[in-house]
């Protein structure tokens, strides 16, 4: 039932949706999906990559039909009328239409203009949403100059400038980092208590879904569940723990070991320790667990969302690991990657601000920092994909900035959005990548045989990569990276939009790599995944701010949080002191790297 009886703004009663891939296969997006969702209230769809959340936005908005069932919004049958229904809604997709060379308010008025707001409520409704995104003092500023989480501020700000009766978010904060998301969150919520708006939004933070006050777990088209976030966290009662690494041991080693139990669920690391949920309220401890000092944990949504895909027979892990037929000779304490006062300028902007840091053999190291932070221009620096302007860098004992060429051979790249050739099949992308990396003949076809078996890729040769699953992408992507078998894997937000079952599996792909002595350096805006790292650096406004191992860095919140700081505390904390003791940087090319 939806919450405190109001009345659904959306029904949903057997709903089916197949589509069709070039390959001539058929895939069950939705397979009668049942679910409402009430006025007046904050309605999350959660499940896995391919569950089938965006599709069920997608028939709402009335931007397609269903194949079978009932869908009605406001009361109207979108399939019969879906012009009425887009003229009562809002609907902010994934990659919102800003149209990048038209200041902030250029894109306002565009937006009013194609909804026929009138002079007079533009004057009203613009000082309301320029308050509320906090957009005000930047109406000047072309839309390709904000940061990641500007502009989904102001395309929210577009999507509201008329005013719904249903407000749709399909992954509203997905790439955004954790000032933005609080930012945006802090609006949507304000927009359902103060303003009585309805909304139905997708996620794959599950942390977002504990703030809704009403949830529906969707996978492989199917409902699981809907209800209170709280109904979903009770699943996990008596079973969810968190647990201490014996000494000398890390929590993503413990994690992995733990990963390997039939009688446990689900682990993550957490605060230095592991959070772990077992299958039943056992009786007797898990084998992985001999010797393991635990205590009980409050459950929580994510706890339970992983009981309900467990029960839904969904593998919470993958059985096999990257295994490398070369990898690098192991030298302990050797300093893979040595930066000495990077620093790159965009004219007379400054992008990268004497960064200093070195990453160990091995060592997986983990670049954070709020969009706009420099990371992904260091990130390029590194990988010899641009040049610095002044300071020392060094990959492999190679010089970057006077042999990137000779360097790229022993380095692996997985950009942000995989840089895959999205018409090309998935063995064609492979065979271009080795062939790139000067892979021929029988090593060539053994290193992609190899790529097809590691990341079970065979049964989507021939599908153009552009049609693969999010998590199929990012597997295409990682097996490429690999071809070659480098010693060094940089990561630019490799996990972004992917769900949680994808972002366990890659991290247990990441440890062991790392037990390969294969170095791994990721940016990342999952602040939880932080904790998989053995050291990382905040980065904000082109500088460092804070290094360290994840318990030193998270030290930094505790007079700050009356509980025990998150790393989400610490990074909030560390970039809002860096903000208040250094000016704005100015606008220009640099607010967008």
């Given amino acids: 039932m939806i919450p405190g009886g109001n009345s659904p703004v959306l029904i949903a009663n057997g709903i089916h949706k197949m589509f069709r891939r070039q390959t001539g296969e058929f895939v069950q997006a939705l397979d009668g999906v049942s679910m409402e969702a009430g006025h007046g209230t904050l309605t999350a769809l959660v499940g896995p990559d391919g569950a089938g959340k965006t599709t069920l936005i997608r028939l709402a908005a009335g931007l397609m039909s269903a194949d079978a069932g009932e869908l009605k919004v406001l009361g109207v049958d979108v399939n019969a009328d879906p012009k009425q229904v887009q003229s009562r809604i809002g609907y902010m997709p994934q990659r919102f239409g800003l149209y990048e060379d038209l200041t902030v308010q250029e894109n306002l008025d565009l937006y009013a203009d194609m909804h026929g707001v009138t002079s007079q409520e533009r004057r009203e409704r613009y000082s309301r949403l320029m308050v509320m995104t906090a957009l005000g003092p930047f109406t000047k500023r072309l839309a390709g100059r904000l940061s990641g989480g500007m502009k989904q501020k102001l395309g929210l700000a577009c999507t509201l400038i008329r005013r719904p009766e249903l407000l749709l978010l399909d992954e509203p904060t997905v790439g955004v980092d954790p000032l933005s998301r609080r930012e945006l969150w802090e609006i949507i919520l304000q927009l359902v208590s103060e303003q009585g708006l309805s909304v139905l939004l997708s996620t794959s933070y599950l942390d977002e879904a ?12 199917k409902v699981l569940a809907q209800g209170r976030p709280a109904e979903v966290s009770e699943l996990a009662t008596g079973r ?3 647990a201490e690494p014996p000494t000398g041991k890390t929590a993503r080693g413990l994690q992995s070991r733990l990963l390997d139990d039939p009688g446990i669920i689900d682990a993550v690391p957490e605060g230095g320790r592991v959070r772990l949920v077992q299958i039943a309220e056992a009786k007797t401890r898990p084998p992985a667990l001999g010797g393991v000092s635990v205590v009980p944990a409050q459950p929580r949504f994510e706890d339970g969302f992983m009981v309900l895909l467990r029960r839904s027979a969904a593998q919470a892990h993958t059985e096999s690991f990257i295994t490398l037929d070369h990898p690098p000779q192991r030298r302990d304490g050797e300093a893979i990657v040595q930066v000495r006062d990077l620093v790159r300028r965009f004219g007379v902007f400054t992008a990268v601000n004497h960064v200093s840091f070195e990453v160990r053999r091995g060592e997986v190291f983990g670049l954070l920092g709020p969009n706009g932070a420099g990371k992904t221009t260091t990130f390029r620096m590194l990988c010899g994909l641009l040049a610095a302007t002044a300071g020392t860098l060094q990959v492999a004992g190679v010089d970057m900035r006077h042999a990137r060429a000779s360097a790229r051979q022993r380095i692996g790249y997985v950009a942000q959005k995989f840089s895959l050739y999205g018409q090309l099949s998935v063995a064609e992308n492979l065979d271009f990548f080795a062939s790139a990396y000067g892979l021929r003949g029988s090593q060539k076809r053994g290193r992609i045989d190899w790529a097809m078996r590691q990341f079970d890729l065979a049964g989507f040769a021939h599908l153009p ?4 699953p999010g998590g199929y992408k990012q597997r295409l992507a990682m097996a490429a990276a690999l071809l070659h078998e480098p010693e060094t894997l940089f990561l630019d937000e490799p996990t972004s939009g992917a769900d949680p079952l994808a972002r366990r599996d890659f991290w247990r792909q990441m440890t062991a790599l790392a037990e390969q002595s294969v170095t791994v350096i990721v ?14 650096a905040i980065m904000d406004t082109g500088r460092v701010l804070a290094q360290g191992t994840p318990a030193e860095v998270r030290r930094r919140a505790r007079s700050s949080a009356a509980r025990e700081p998150t790393m989400e505390d610490a990074f909030i904390a560390i970039v809002e002191e860096g903000r208040h003791s250094t000016p704005e940087r100015p606008e220009g090319k640099g607010d967008v790297l």
């Fill in 210 to 221: 504990e703030r809704c006050g009403h949830v529906v777990v969707l996978h492989q088209g």
């Fill in 240 to 242: 969810t723990f968190l």
């Fill in 523 to 536: 940016t990342t805006h999952f602040m939880e995944e932080a904790e998989y790292c053995d050291r990382i």
């Fill in 465 to 468: 990569s552009g049609q693969l």
